[in-house]
T-cell receptor, first 117, second 109 residues
Framework: GAVVSQHPSRVICKSGTSVKIECRSLDFQATTMFWYRQFPKKSLMLMATSNEGSKATYEQGVEKDKFLINHASLTLSTLTVTSAHPEDSSFYIC?????????????FGPGTRLTVL | GIQVEQSPPDLILQEGANSTLRCNFSDSVNNLQWFHQNPWGQLINLFYIPSGTKQNGRLSATTVATERYSLLYISSSQTTDSGVYFCAVSRQAGTALIFGKGTTLSVSS
């Protein structure tokens, strides 16, 4: 199956700093990637849809000025958490669509655990 | 938006037992996928199954699209099967998957 990577896997930062998370499709091109966050023992909540070469589409309630998404190439999308606060601590997961074989299958990265002190 | 409900929320099994996990969804779907989230958080693709039946080793899945539900069968469960199983759907091609709340499976030896 397709491989999606994320970097870093874990980050701890001080309140007020910005953190950038990278999502890469390693063996396929992805015009569309998705960003989710997951709280402990909870389900995945969609944050935004990232489209290569255009602005991201954010879900209701997600602050686009706080969670900056850039999809500058067909294999890379980035999520920047600006001026992070403790309530932003969460598990962030990206996914990418692999359309090479037809079915609209999505593959997920291993996630990034963000802790804001 | 589309609603996804999974049952049961928690399941405790002895090694070797069989189990059935259910996913109900509120509208027609273009995509339905089952995932296993391991203890490190990685989501492992189990099945892409918007309709029909598939099998992969001890796992199989069936989706009855007309009745808006999907079932994941785990036979002869092993301790390594423990974790959270998610069902996720999307209504249109190219749109994001919407996740159910998951079923937490614990298999003891």
């Amino acid at each position: 199956g397709a491989v999606v990577s994320q970097h870093p896997s874990r980050v701890i930062c001080k309140s007020g700093t910005s953190v950038k998370i990278e999502c890469r499709s390693l063996d396929f091109q992805a015009t569309t990637m998705f960003w989710y966050r997951q709280f402990p023992k909870k389900s995945l909540m969609l944050m935004a849809t990232s489209n290569e070469g255009s602005k991201a589409t954010y879900e209701q309630g997600v602050e686009k000025d706080k969670f900056l998404i850039n999809h500058a190439s067909l294999t890379l999308s980035t999520l920047t958490v600006t001026s992070a606060h403790p309530e932003d601590s969460s598990f962030y997961i990206c996914s990418a669509r692999d359309q090479r074989e037809g079915p609209d299958t999505q593959y997920f990265g291993p996630g990034t655990r963000l802790t804001v002190l | 938006g589309i609603q996804v409900e999974q049952s049961p929320p928690d399941l405790i099994l002895q090694e070797g037992a069989n189990s059935t996990l259910r996913c109900n969804f509120s509208d027609s779907v273009n995509n339905l996928q089952w995932f296993h989230q391991n203890p490190w958080g990685q989501l492992i693709n189990l099945f892409y199954i918007p309709s029909g039946t598939k099998q992969n080793g001890r796992l199989s899945a069936t989706t009855v699209a007309t009745e808006r539900y999907s079932l994941l069968y785990i036979s002869s469960s092993q301790t390594t099967d423990s974790g959270v199983y998610f069902c996720a759907v999307s209504r249109q091609a190219g749109t994001a998957l919407i996740f159910g709340k998951g079923t937490t499976l614990s298999v003891s030896s």
